[in-house]
């Protein structure tokens, strides 16, 4: 038996492991990932300059048993990234913010990975994600994913048609479709 850690090769981590789903009790630390958020990023991730009542109010208002809120917490218990996915029926928003430390690893787009295979098991058709055309990164997340974008007076609204789950499935282990 191996006495020192074994440090697992880079291609076998990868955020998406890390991600869990916020209850009730998390909430404390859903206001105060957002909390950290600077002026700017907030501007980013809300659409428009808020205030921290603002962003108490918010997380209070969140339904955390209709809405899929999720994300990947430090060893210290701080979120570092929060996704908010709002189901409809065939439509799905999705809301996401990274905190500055834990930016340029791809967190993001593994929040973004996730909330689509969770729009996807839960028969969404749409998702929807509303941003100023000033977030670069979540623009960039978008023309990653082929989303459709439509941009207007400084703000942009990005599409994607999410597959239903099997086809998602088939499509993720490239397997063809099989004809009934």
Do not use: K
């Amino acid at each position: 038996m191996p006495t020192t850690p074994h440090v697992l090769p880079r291609q076998i981590l990868d955020w998406v492991a890390l991600l869990e789903r916020l209850d009730a009790g998390d909430r404390d630390g859903l206001r105060e990932h957002f909390l950290a958020l600077d002026p700017d990023d907030r501007r980013l991730r809300f659409g428009l300059p808020v205030s921290d009542e603002h962003i108490r109010r918010y997380v209070d208002g969140i339904d955390l048993d209709a809405d899929v809120v999720f994300g990947v917490c430090s060893g210290t218990g701080t979120w570092l990234g929060i996704g908010h996915l709002t189901l409809g029926r065939e439509d799905a928003e999705l809301g996401l913010s990274v905190l500055p430390d834990a930016r340029g690893r791809g967190l993001g787009a593994a929040i973004f990975r996730f909330a689509l295979a969770h729009a996807s098991r839960a028969g969404v058709r749409r998702v929807y994600m509303h941003c100023l055309t000033s977030n670069r990164a979540i623009l960039s997340i978008a023309r990653a994913a082929r989303m459709e974008i439509h941009s207007a007076s400084g703000e942009a609204d990005a599409y994607l048609v999410v597959p239903p789950y099997a086809q998602f499935v088939r499509m993720l282990i490239d397997e063809p479709a099989t004809e009934h």
